[in-house]
Structure formats: structure tokens, C-alpha cells
T-cell receptor
């Protein structure tokens, strides 16, 4: 069945260092890959997304890379700041026409000042 | 625009009681979703509605029912609550349609405790 694996489950970095979170998906038909940030007690919010016709996308300190052959995609956060501390979820679109999204289990990122 | 709204924000039920969680969006989105979030389990899809008039089961539908009342509103009903349904429930909507996937917008969540 459809599955998205996300690693690591927790990640601690020093302020100013980079953080990388990796996800692997199972369905080769997936074509949309969003990343959500969820702060404590808040709702998930989109921070960046990528479609299957693009290999990399950047938005200031955040970037996402996609390797369709290997079926994995990664979130890169550079120059981390304390406000980057949150839980990050990756997701992949389910087969076309279902309009479902399959979520990873989340990564708790702690940025240490 | 209010985006996605959910009511109530908090609810405590006794085992066997029923309740309906309400969700509405004002973004004219076609697709709406109900997720539950448990510690360490991420977001698990309960039911979704790809368009007005359709509903489909997600990953964990047992014990729940849904109604897509109109394009704006999508409700989730627990007919006989069980302690295993203690969770945070999120409603979401998306402009997904015509074979295109897009950003999901989430509501603020409902924290449900079943005693």
C-alpha cells in the first residue's frame, strides 16, 4: 500500500547549523510532495512543496530536493534559528484522482541556542 | 477570509456518547479531509471528500462517519465514542482537483478526550 517513511524522528542541532530531514515514498505515481511545519499546539502549515517535474526548490533558508528514481525527497534548513524548532511532516500525493495525501510520521527538530 | 474553522476546540466525552465535529472552509476548495493526530503517529486520514457529494474512507475510518453537507462544510461524527478515539482531530481543505494536487490548509484542531 501507499507509505511514506520519514527519518529521523528527532533531530537536535546547534543554532546556525543545517538540518536535513529525509522521506521515502512507495508509490511511483506520486507527483506532489509538500512539507509542513507544526509548532507546539498549533496546526500544520505548509512551508515548501515540490512537484515531480522539478528536482530542487529553494525558499530563503529552506530547500527541498527530489530524487524520483530513488523515490526519496529531503528538506534542508540552513542557518537554523530557535524559531525553526517544531515538528516537520513530509507528505506525498496518493494515486491520481484520489486527492489523498500520505503523511510521514514527523520529525521533531530542536534548535539549541 | 477565516480559512478553515473547526468547532469545538475541546471536548470531553464519556465512553458510548456521540458527538459531531464541525468543519467549514471559505476558500471554495473542492477537497476536504479529516485527520487524527496521535503522539508519534503523525497525521492519519480518517475520511476525505474529493468533491461535493462524494466521501471516501481513509486509513482509519472505523468508528467514524462523515457528511459533506455542501461545498463549504464537512462534518465528522463519532456514534459511540471509545477511549481509543482520544486524539487531536484536524480538518483540512485543498484546491486539489482536475488531477492536480495542491497545498492543504488545516483548521485549528479539536482536542477530544474520551473517558
Amino acid at each position: 500500500g501507499e507509505n511514506v517513511e520519514q527519518h529521523p524522528s528527532t533531530l537536535s542541532v546547534q543554532e546556525g547549523d543545517s538540518a536535513v530531514i529525509k522521506c521515502t515514498y512507495s508509490d511511483s505515481a506520486s507527483n506532489y510532495f509538500p512539507w509542513y511545519k507544526q509548532e507546539l499546539g498549533k496546526r500544520p502549515q505548509l512551508i515548501i512543496d515540490i512537484r515531480s517535474n522539478v528536482g530542487e526548490k529553494k525558499d530563503q533558508r529552506i530547500a527541498v530536493t527530489l530524487n524520483k528514481t530513488a523515490k526519496h525527497f529531503s528538506l534542508h534548513i540552513t542557518e537554523t534559528q530557535p524559531e525553526d524548532s517544531a515538528v516537520y511532516f513530509c507528505a506525498a500525493s496518493a494515486p491520481s484522482g484520489t486527492y489523498k495525501y500520505i503523511f510521514g510520521t514527523g520529525t521533531r527538530l530542536k534548535v539549541l541556542a | 477570509n477565516a480559512g478553515v474553522t473547526q468547532t469545538p476546540k475541546f471536548q470531553v466525552l464519556k465512553t458510548g456518547q456521540s458527538m459531531t465535529l464541525q468543519c467549514a472552509q471559505d476558500m471554495n476548495h473542492n477537497s476536504m479531509y479529516w485527520y487524527r493526530q496521535d503522539p508519534g503517529m503523525g497525521l492519519r486520514l480518517i475520511y476525505y471528500s474529493a468533491s461535493e457529494g462524494t466521501t471516501d474512507k481513509g486509513e482509519v475510518p472505523n468508528g467514524y462517519n462523515v457528511s459533506r453537507l455542501n461545498k463549504r462544510e464537512f462534518s465528522l461524527r463519532l456514534e459511540s465514542a471509545a477511549p481509543s478515539q482520544t486524539s487531536v482531530y484536524f480538518c483540512a481543505s485543498s484546491r486539489a482537483g482536475l488531477a492536480s494536487y495542491n497545498e492543504q490548509f488545516f483548521g485549528p484542531g479539536t482536542r477530544l478526550t474520551v473517558l
